[in-house]
């Protein structure tokens, strides 16, 4: 996984959502309206790992948990598709729901 600024566009059966993040030397930091993410990830680009926590910041109840819970860890598995990740997995806590999320290079 290069470094740098990404676009996440990411679903699950219960909905959809978007954000953004930006990855340096192993640590992704990002967010969007109502949430931040932090985590890390590993790997290469033929299997990327990651592991991220979701953290509420906002209370507005209009930003509506994908999970049904304000803080999940998710942990994923993907590959580099040119300026695209492609990432599936599951959140620990709700293991039975399927997370699937693309990651589009913006920048540096």
Same mark, same amino acid.
């Given at each position: 996984?290069?470094?740098?600024?990404?676009?996440? !566009? +990411?679903?699950?059966?219960? @909905? &959809?959502?978007?954000?953004?993040?930006?990855?340096? *030397?192993?640590?992704?930091?990002?967010?969007?309206?109502?949430?931040?993410?932090?985590?890390?990830?590993?790997?290469?680009?033929?299997?990327?790992?990651?592991?991220?926590?979701?953290?509420?910041?906002?209370?507005?109840? !209009? +930003?509506?948990?994908?999970? @049904? &819970?304000?803080?999940?860890?998710?942990?994923?598995? *993907?590959?580099?598709?040119?300026?695209?990740?492609?990432?599936?997995?599951?959140?620990?806590?709700?293991?039975?729901?399927?997370?699937?999320?693309?990651?589009?290079?913006?920048?540096?």
């Amino acid at each position: 996984m290069r470094d740098g600024l990404y676009a996440v !566009a +990411f679903h699950t059966a219960h @909905g &959809t959502g978007n954000g953004i993040v930006y990855a340096i *030397g192993g640590k992704i930091r990002g967010g969007n309206s109502g949430f931040a993410f932090i985590g890390n990830y590993s790997g290469t680009e033929d299997e990327i790992l990651v592991k991220v926590s979701t953290q509420r910041y906002n209370d507005d109840p !209009a +930003f509506k948990p994908l999970f @049904g &819970t304000d803080m999940v860890t998710l942990t994923l598995k *993907g590959r580099t598709n040119g300026d695209t990740i492609d990432l599936e997995g599951a959140a620990l806590q709700l293991p039975g729901i399927r997370f699937n999320a693309v990651l589009t290079r913006i920048c540096d």
